[in-house]
């Protein structure tokens, strides 16, 4: 499992034009799901979602977690994150987790998300989502679970 997360001022997430998810500070979480995931990948990824500190404490160091904040936290699948990038000018999706499968591990992983930090909102499995969004820093990383 891949994610790739940008620490935001604000989020907003539109389906067919209209608004379905909308976060202030926190955290947007990219999920690419890969062959061999699992719901303990699963669990591991919302692990550290939910306490890597990205979030600068008082002095100004990255101290602070989404939970130490109570941020919010949008979760969009992204399968293109499990992409094969080495070979030619075309990406190869071989390694990214069938839909069939990575849908309900998806919706599993948003369920344990809201349970687990309420400030949870996501996207659609599968739809055509346009995200706006104000990177604060910039910051970014790439999780691996």
Do not use: W
């Amino acid at each position: 499992m891949i994610c790739v997360i940008q620490r935001v001022k604000h989020s907003q997430l539109h389906i067919e034009g209209a608004l379905h998810a909308d976060i202030s500070q926190g955290l947007l979480a990219l999920v690419g799901l890969e062959k061999g995931d699992d719901e303990r990948s699963l669990g591991k990824m919302l692990d550290k979602l939910l306490a890597y500190r990205v979030f600068a404490d008082a002095e100004g160091k990255m101290n602070l977690s989404l939970r130490d904040i109570a941020g919010d936290l949008l979760l969009v699948s992204q399968f293109t994150l499990a992409a094969d990038t080495q070979k030619g000018l075309r990406p190869g999706f071989s390694s990214a987790l069938p839909p069939a499968e990575a849908k309900p591990l998806f919706e599993n992983m948003v369920q344990e998300a809201v349970a687990r930090h309420p400030n949870t909102q996501s996207g659609v499995f599968g739809a055509d989502m346009q995200i706006s969004l104000l990177n604060d820093g910039p910051v970014t990383f790439i999780l691996h679970a």
